[in-house]
Structures are given as C-alpha cells and as structure tokens.
C-alpha cells in the first residue's frame, strides 16, 4: 500500500523525502491560509512570521500535491515529517481521503492547524499578512522566501491561489 503525503505549502518545493510519484491533488473541507505564526522556521517568538496551515471549512477544498514515499521508506518519512511539521503541536497529523486529478481518490498524510493552539491567527487580513511576511524571519530564512517559493511552485504547476498571489504582490512592493 502506498503512503501518500499532502503537499499544499512547503512540501510543494522542498518535501524532503524521496518521492516516487507527484500528482495534482484536491483535499476538500479545508482552506489553505498563513493561519499559523511561525516561532520556528520563519519567524522568532518576539518577532513570528507566518506560515501556511490548512483550516477545516467545508465550503473550501485545497489544491495541492499528492506526493507518494518511495517503497520501504515510509517509517523514515513518517519520522521525519513528524519532527519537522509537529516541532510546536501547531499542526494536527491527520489521515484524510484526497481526489488526485487522475480520478483516483487516495488515503493521505496531511498536516492541518489546531485551532486552540496559541499559534493559531486564523482571519487575519490579508494586508496584516503581508506586513508581517515581509519583515519576519526565522531558522529557515526570510518568511517573504517560504511565500515566493509556495506561490511560485503553484503557479508553475498551474493551480491559482488568489490570495498568495496578491500576497506576493504586495510582499514585494513592501520589501522594495
């Protein structure tokens, strides 16, 4: 049986694990949105940045990336994911059926906010987005670069986020 992971933020450009299949992917019931200060990887607990989160709305479906792990290396995925998604128990490990755009439906990895936790900033305009993106930075570099490289590698696999897309707009008139 094939493990299966959801990428719809980072693991888009950088997954970190050997990947033996990519395909279009649809989750339904959540919303991808920068609902989740980052403490961590893109910003500091003085300073937190924002990172993408999936946030449960069941008028909302999100277009992402299956990816599939590599035969015989799923216990090291699954090690590896929890330690780097699960660093602050912002993100809830979930199992949840997504739609790949081939017509198969599929039992995936995915990694989805909790809405308690104290990191969560669900509702946020997206002009107070762009202020903090374009100022925050943490362990794994500038939070405006996690923007670009997200939004960029949805573009290029041809999905439409309009919300990243305006954010990187202003993101870039901000830092310029």
């Not at 003085?46 to 015989?72: M, R």
Request: aromatic share 8%; charged share 20%.
């Amino acid at each position: 049986m094939t493990m299966w992971v959801f990428g719809y933020g980072s693991l888009l450009w950088n997954p970190g694990f050997e990947v033996a299949e990519q395909a279009i992917a649809t989750l339904p019931g959540y919303a991808r949105s920068f609902c989740m200060h980052s403490i961590h990887h893109r910003g500091t607990e003085t300073e937190p940045g924002l990172v993408l989160a999936l946030d449960a709305d069941p008028s909302h479906a999100c277009e992402g990336v299956a990816l599939a792990v590599a035969a015989g290396k799923e216990a090291k995925t699954l090690a590896y994911l929890r330690e780097r998604e699960l660093i602050s128990s912002a993100y809830l490990e979930r199992e949840l059926e997504i739609d790949l755009h081939d017509g198969r439906r599929v039992t995936a990895v995915v990694y989805v906010i909790n809405p308690d936790h104290v990191q969560y900033c669900g509702g946020m305009p997206l002009e107070d987005q762009a202020q903090i993106i374009a100022r925050a930075r943490g362990g794994m570099g500038p939070n405006d670069e996690y923007l670009y490289n997200t939004a960029s590698h949805l573009a290029e696999i041809g999905l439409h986020d309009p919300d990243l897309e305006w954010l990187s707009h202003r993101v870039r008139a901000l830092t310029s």
